[in-house]
């Protein structure tokens, strides 16, 4: 047995399939599959690159005669972990995933050709400011959270952040930008004010998913608020749609009173409000819809389970998503009015 054994990752490639081992795990509800795949690997970064090892691929546990589209093949990308013995030599090799780097880049890629194409500056615009977002949550926001801020305060600020670049990129420095920033500010924090007050009236713990969980064992000790990480969150869903909403109505609003001058505020408003009302049901559906197609296997699971309606909602995970959703539409549809009467107030009162 070795003194000391190290570990690190490397990348390769799948040179040949060898074998595979499965174990029949017997049930009450039928049986599993527990299945290693046995490859050959050419390591491609590293110290070890080009070096041919034996390696071990887990795959999860699956029902007997089910999909192997998770299998390797020759050619594949892989991700390994390579122990080392104290003398430096290999002692095993397990791959951990396949390599979706390259897969997830050329998504990228046509997703920011398709936007230039079709936006041309406008679309430019547009990757700047979700660069911007990017850099915002992951440099910004997610390092003050981890130091234990409070969640709701710094999405609240990082969202206002957000929504004045966005909007002003995309926009302009105008009096419309103004009014779409603060109409959407005004229904992204309703929505985190709504969702706290439920949220704790509801008991909601905040560690409804696994992933919350987690955050218990982390290295760096932090005590969370994991109740605020859960209403951050519903803050960060909500803002896209209320930044669409917002800057829609304000540039529609604007129009109107350019073509109408004679328009009032009161008759602006109700222009506005007839706008928002035919954007209201499809956003909001936007929203459900998102929530509901990211519980989808929960949702199946219930349902399997002939688990009741009063049974499902009761559950802290679920009963979190629906909040999310239900909060999220509400702090949607309070931005209609609220840009309503920011923009009817810009344009009746000092013009565009």
Not at 69 to 78: E, F, I
Not at 235 to 254: E, H, N, Q, W
């Amino acid at each position: 047995i070795p003194d000391e054994i190290k570990v690190i990752n490397a990348r390769g490639k799948v040179i040949r399939n060898l074998d595979m081992r499965k174990d029949i795990i017997e049930y009450s509800g039928g049986s599993l599959e527990d299945r290693v795949q046995l490859l050959e690997v050419r390591i491609t970064t590293g110290e070890f690159k080009n070096t041919v090892v034996e390696a071990q691929y887990p795959l999860s546990l699956d029902f007997v005669g089910g999909q192997n589209n998770a299998l390797l093949r020759p050619g594949n990308k892989v991700l390994l972990t390579l122990e080392l013995d104290d003398t430096g030599n290999i002692v095993s090799a397990v791959i951990y995933n396949p390599a979706r780097d390259r897969s997830v880049l050329l998504l990228v890629i046509v997703f920011a050709l398709v936007i230039l194409y079709v936006g041309r500056l406008k679309g430019l615009k547009t990757l700047i400011s979700l660069l911007l977002t990017v850099l915002s949550i992951f440099y910004i926001m997610l390092p003050l959270l981890l130091k234990g801020h409070d969640p709701m305060l710094i999405t609240i600020l990082v969202s206002i952040l957000i929504t004045a670049v966005t909007l002003l990129l995309v926009s302009g420095f105008n009096k419309k930008t103004l009014a779409a920033v603060l109409g959407t500010t005004g229904g992204v924090v309703a929505a985190g004010i709504l969702a706290k007050f439920i949220g704790n009236m509801a008991k909601l713990t905040g560690l409804g998913t696994e992933e919350s969980q987690m955050l218990l064992y982390i290295p760096q000790n932090i005590n969370f608020d994991y109740r605020g990480l859960l209403f951050a969150g519903i803050l960060l869903g909500a803002l896209g749609a209320c930044m669409d909403v917002g800057l829609s109505l304000s540039s529609a609003i604007f129009e109107i009173k350019e073509n109408n001058p004679e328009l009032n505020r009161v008759q602006l408003f109700k222009s506005g409000m007839n706008i928002g009302r035919d954007m209201m049901g499809t956003m909001s559906n936007t929203l459900i819809l998102a929530y509901v197609g990211g519980s989808l296997p929960l949702l199946i699971l219930f349902i399997a389970h002939q688990m009741p309606l009063s049974e499902i909602i009761n559950q802290d995970g679920f009963a979190g998503e629906i909040i999310r959703s239900l909060a999220g539409s509400i702090g949607l549809i309070l931005t209609i009015p609220l840009t309503n009467l920011v923009a009817g107030f810009f344009c009746d009162s000092i013009g565009r």
